[in-house]
């Protein structure tokens, strides 16, 4: 992976690290981002897939796993308490996670403007499979209806970000009976494979994706291996 000396670049990067281990997507993660702290490289999104995992955010309340411990290792479940806002979650195959390692000071400036970016980017892409998404008053995410379809939780250190959002694609969604959540009650989750009774080629929504995120942010995406 080069590195870029430039205080301003005129490309992005995507990588797509695939199915992953969350320990090694984590560890590549914050090399990342300390290389576009350092402005070593531009903005980068990475795409990935967990094998089932649960993070718990900053927020993170243990009484939201709804089972103990010994259930989660006899599945192969782990739990980590990651730096990101928000409560717990669950990742897995079938879900696409993506990690946006954003500058924001200059363009978002702040939080707030980087989750309402992120909501409208998966809106835009659950529209492109004529899926109707919302976003609720007061609650971080995207919804179908009442019921959940993409997690948002992220984190930012000297205004870059890190963490991102969960996309529920073809997602087994009994893994979320382990938790409540994002910490709400009664919220169930979807995923688009439900929605449209059929599952979904992750790598067309993983383009759908890329073409939005380049649309919403006002970037050019070019693939990065690593």
Same mark, same amino acid.
């Given at each position: 992976?080069?590195?870029? @000396? ?20 984590? /560890? ?15 903005? *980068? ?19 939201? $796993? $709804? ?21 717990? *979650? ?16 200059? /363009? ?19 529209? #492109? ?38 996309? @529920?694609?073809? /997602? ?12 709400? #009650? ?16 992750? @790598? ?14 006002? $970037? ?7």
């Amino acid at each position: 992976m080069k590195e870029v @000396n430039k205080s301003k670049v005129d490309l992005n990067w995507i990588i797509d690290l695939g199915l992953c281990d969350f320990e090694r997507s984590l /560890t590549i993660q914050k090399k990342l981002h300390q290389l576009r702290v350092e402005v070593k490289i531009p903005d *980068t999104l990475i795409l990935v897939e967990h094998q089932p995992v649960i993070t718990f955010g900053k927020s993170g309340n243990p009484a939201n $796993l $709804l089972v103990p411990n010994d259930i989660l290792q006899r599945k192969g479940i782990k739990t980590y308490s990651i730096e990101r806002g928000g409560d717990v *979650t669950f990742h897995g195959p079938g879900q696409i996670v993506g990690y946006p390692i954003f500058y924001i000071k200059e /363009t978002l400036a702040g939080i707030r403007g980087m989750i309402e970016k992120l909501e409208s980017a998966l809106i835009l892409t659950l529209n #492109d499979f004529k899926i109707q998404a919302i976003i609720k008053p007061k609650l971080v995410g995207v919804w179908v209806g009442d019921e959940k379809i993409a997690s948002i939780g992220i984190a930012v250190k000297k205004w870059v970000t890190f963490h991102g959002f969960a996309l @529920n694609v073809n /997602t087994d969604l009994s893994y979320f009976d382990l938790i409540l959540p994002c910490g709400l #009650d009664k919220v169930r989750m979807i995923s688009m494979a439900k929605v449209l009774g059929r599952e979904l080629n992750l @790598n067309q929504v993983k383009e759908r994706i890329k073409l939005n995120f380049e649309k919403v942010f006002s $970037l050019k995406l070019v693939s990065q291996n690593i």
